[in-house]
């Protein structure tokens, strides 16, 4: 079965500089990858989706890459602030699947 | 407010008790999921319907009921559950079945006593 791999301890940076989480997987190949934001006692929250084929996809501050040698995916938060505290779950569907699988995220502070 | 609309927001029960979860849409969306979050693990998949129709039961023990009604409502029943059910439960919308995105509310925590 597929295994997704976030950093569990938290990462903690300061206002102003990017954050860059990681998102490793292991077995099969996805066809699509899927970020979503998750406040404390709230649903996830859709942000991006990248396909195979891309290699990078950006939304205002936010930017995904994909690499499918390597087994990763990174997310990046540029010009960070701390209303972008959250944490940060990645979730995979194989191709010609239908399922997401999910990793089980990485807790982001950004402090003043 | 994405859409999506879970009751109660805080449930607390005893193993004997019989309750239900509710999750309302307002997407016009064709299919809804029932997930499972427990503390430091991923969401795992519960329900799916597709159409009203479920399409996918993840080896979930029988003591969770899903129903849907109608394509804008879910349910999930509960009934005898053990200490271990503890854990926000989420209901999801998407589209339709597949690889779209999902739209979440915002869950219900449940502590089973």
């Known amino acids: 079965s597929q295994k997704i791999e976030q950093n569990s301890e938290a990462l903690n940076i300061q206002e102003g500089k990017t954050a860059t989480l990681t998102c490793n997987y292991t077995?099969?190949?996805?066809?699509?990858l899927q970020w979503y934001r998750q406040d404390p006692g709230r649903g996830p929250v859709f942000l991006l989706l990248?396909?195979?084929?891309?290699k990078e996809k950006r939304k205002e501050r936010l930017k995904v890459t994909f690499d499918t040698t390597l087994k990763q995916s990174l997310f990046h938060i540029t010009a960070s602030q701390p209303a972008d505290s959250a944490t940060y779950l990645c979730?995979?569907?194989?191709?010609?699947?239908?399922?997401?699988?999910f990793g089980t995220g990485t807790q982001l502070k950004v402090e003043l | 407010e994405t859409g999506v609309t879970q009751t109660p927001r805080h449930l607390v029960m005893g193993m004997t008790n019989k309750k239900s979860l509710k999750c309302e849409q307002h997407?016009?969306?064709?299919?809804m999921y029932w997930y499972k979050q427990s503390a430091k693990k991923p969401l795992e998949l519960m329900f799916v319907?597709?159409?009203?129709?479920?399409?996918e039961n993840n080896s979930v023990p029988s003591r969770f009921s899903p129903e849907c009604p109608n394509s804008s409502h879910l349910f999930l029943h509960l009934h005898t559950l053990q200490p271990e059910d503890s854990a926000l439960y989420l209901c999801?919308?998407?589209?339709?079945?597949?690889?779209?995105?999902?739209?979440f509310g915002s869950g219900t925590q449940l502590s089973v006593l």
């Open positions: 999801a919308s998407s589209q339709k079945q597949g690889i779209e995105k999902l739209f």
């Open positions: 077995n099969y190949s996805p066809a699509y």
């Open positions: 990248i396909r195979e084929n891309e």
């Open positions: 979730a995979l569907v194989r191709g010609g699947g239908n399922k997401l699988t």
């Open positions: 997407l016009g969306h064709n299919a």
């Open positions: 319907y597709s159409l009203e129709e479920r399409v």
